[in-house]
């Protein structure tokens, strides 16, 4: 069996999408939505919503309801 390639010598594709910070921070886990969705606040806080929308609509769809509901007021804040 062949060893695997130490992640170092990964090289990205220069074709491919980049992933964003928040992708690199945290896989798709059943938080995702949630930290997405603080972090889009923290943004908010500090005036970038260009920033926080992507992360807003990311929260919009978690399974739990309470994180729904703080995206799609955080999507409202920045849409005013």
Do not use: C, H
């Amino acid at each position: 069996p062949s060893e695997p390639m130490p992640q170092s010598a990964v090289q990205p594709s220069p074709i491919a999408p980049q992933p964003s910070a928040i992708e690199l921070a945290f896989d798709a886990g059943y938080r995702t939505g949630e930290v997405a969705t603080m972090l889009g606040w923290l943004y908010v806080e500090q005036g970038q919503t260009a920033l926080a929308k992507p992360l807003f609509a990311q929260g919009s769809l978690d399974a739990s309801s309470r994180v729904r509901t703080s995206a799609q007021a955080g999507l409202k804040t920045i849409a005013n």
